[in-house]
């Protein structure tokens, strides 16, 4: 199945309130939609966004040598490293999530993706030694956080493989709408590569940012939401990728797609992920318990069909698209 995809309504384009900026990082396209009457106030401060955005892209990525995961998917345990912001606040922030999802988002599974990924490859699965070997690698709980010094250290006796893919994205777009609050912008859109959309203010007095959803194999959307002080996150898996349960180091095949609407597009990033891989009676427990969360999947009614979908929504946040 294509990836799901959160865009602007193609109707909000031709109005002509807003300026659009875009940069290429993290392997996709990121966009800020700016409301501001002077074009070059906006450009200025988008240059400032994107300019942060580099840096927290060398400090996140795995596969970035030298960069903050980098030296610590490197580091021996029982060693202490001193980290920079960014990373620290994502590891924080994951650490988190890890314990709220009861272990189904965990950032540190990179090691079994890799060999899921890389046995696919060749039409295969994992050797079951292989398997166990990177299960090794894993477990967010072995990493040691002291927020006085920045410091991380691993415990245990095996290396630790860190990526957060299902986080970075997220998190510097909320970082890019902060900077943006300094710069006193009120009304802006934030999204990274259409799956980690952050909405501040409105595109027109009252009405937030128009938003539709869509899976590219239908060819239009199938839902609308407005976001205004609102993040909606979305995550699914294309032919070849998988999407890890931290719980048995499978891939999951819980759902096709799911959305997660919540007050920041990190958690979104996480939770969007983490509901690929719950079960609908898991996820609508968690929304139930965190009411500031709403979510969305779409169930596969006769696995390996990707046409017949079953929708399951928890809370009111989205409408039909008005072509449906």
Same mark, same amino acid.
């Given at each position: 199945?294509?990836?799901?995809? =959160?865009?602007?309504?193609?109707?909000?384009?031709?109005?002509? &309130?807003?300026?659009?900026?875009?940069?290429?990082?993290?392997?996709?396209?990121?966009?800020?939609?700016?409301?501001?009457?002077?074009?070059?106030?906006?450009?200025?401060?988008?240059?400032?966004?994107?300019?942060?955005?580099?840096?927290? #892209?060398?400090?996140?990525?795995?596969?970035?040598?030298?960069?903050?995961?980098?030296?610590?998917?490197?580091?021996?345990p029982n060693r202490i490293?001193?980290?920079?912001?960014?990373?620290?606040?994502?590891?924080?922030?994951?650490?988190?999530?890890?314990?709220?999802?009861?272990?189904?988002?965990?950032? %540190?599974?990179?090691?079994?993706?890799?060999?899921?990924?890389?046995?696919?490859?060749?039409?295969?699965?994992?050797?079951?030694? #292989?398997?166990?070997?990177?299960?090794?690698?894993?477990?967010? &709980?072995?990493?040691?956080?002291?927020?006085?010094?920045?410091?991380?250290?691993?415990?245990?006796?095996?290396? =630790?493989?860190?990526?957060?893919?299902?986080?970075?994205?997220?998190?510097?777009?909320?970082?890019?709408?902060?900077?943006?609050?300094?710069?006193? $912008?009120?009304?802006?859109?934030?999204?990274?590569?259409?799956?980690?959309?952050?909405?501040?203010?409105?595109?027109?007095?009252?009405?937030?940012?128009?938003?539709?959803?869509?899976?590219?194999?239908?060819?239009?959307?199938?839902? @609308?939401?407005?976001?205004?002080?609102?993040?909606?996150?979305?995550?699914?898996?294309q032919k070849g990728q998988?999407? $890890?349960?931290?719980? @048995?180091?499978?891939?999951? @095949? %819980?759902?096709?797609?799911?959305?997660?609407?919540?007050?920041?597009?990190?958690?979104?990033?996480?939770?969007?992920?983490?509901?690929? =891989?719950?079960?609908?009676?898991?996820?609508?427990?968690?929304?139930?318990?965190?009411?500031?969360?709403?979510?969305?999947? $779409?169930?596969?009614?006769?696995?390996?069909?990707?046409?017949?979908?079953?929708?399951?929504?928890?809370?009111?946040?989205?409408?039909?698209?008005?072509?449906?």
């Open positions: 199945m294509p990836l799901p995809k =959160i865009e602007l309504n193609p109707a909000a384009t031709d109005l002509p &309130a807003f300026h659009r900026f875009s940069h290429r990082a993290m392997a996709t396209v990121f966009e800020i939609f700016i409301v501001c009457d002077d074009f070059h106030y906006a450009e200025q401060a988008a240059h400032a966004a994107f300019t942060e955005l580099y840096f927290i #892209e060398m400090e996140l990525s795995r596969y970035v040598p030298g960069s903050d995961i980098s030296r610590i998917n490197t580091l021996p490293l001193q980290i920079g912001h960014y990373a620290f606040e994502c590891l924080n922030a994951c650490k988190t999530l890890h314990t709220q999802t009861n272990g189904t988002f965990d950032v %540190s599974v990179g090691a079994v993706l890799d060999c899921w990924r890389q046995a696919g490859k060749k039409g295969q699965v994992p050797d079951e030694a #292989e398997l166990a070997a990177a299960k090794q690698k894993t477990g967010l &709980a072995r990493l040691d956080l002291d927020e006085a010094t920045h410091t991380v250290c691993l415990t245990g006796e095996h290396a =630790i493989l860190i990526d957060l893919g299902g986080y970075g994205k997220g998190y510097a777009v909320d970082r890019l709408a902060e900077l943006l609050d300094e710069w006193s $912008i009120e009304h802006a859109l934030v999204h990274g590569g259409t799956s980690s959309v952050l909405g501040r203010g409105d595109l027109q007095p009252g009405h937030g940012w128009p938003v539709s959803l869509s899976l590219p194999e239908a060819g239009q959307a199938f839902a @609308t939401s407005a976001l205004r002080n609102r993040a909606l996150n979305g995550s699914g898996l998988h999407i $890890i349960d931290p719980r @048995t180091g499978e891939p999951t @095949t %819980s759902q096709c797609a799911a959305w997660a609407a919540t007050s920041k597009a990190g958690i979104g990033d996480a939770l969007s992920t983490a509901f690929m =891989i719950m079960s609908p009676p898991e996820v609508e427990a968690f929304c139930a318990a965190n009411p500031d969360v709403q979510a969305m999947l $779409i169930l596969d009614e006769n696995p390996g069909d990707d046409v017949n979908h079953k929708i399951r929504q928890f809370g009111a946040w989205l409408q039909p698209a008005p072509s449906i």
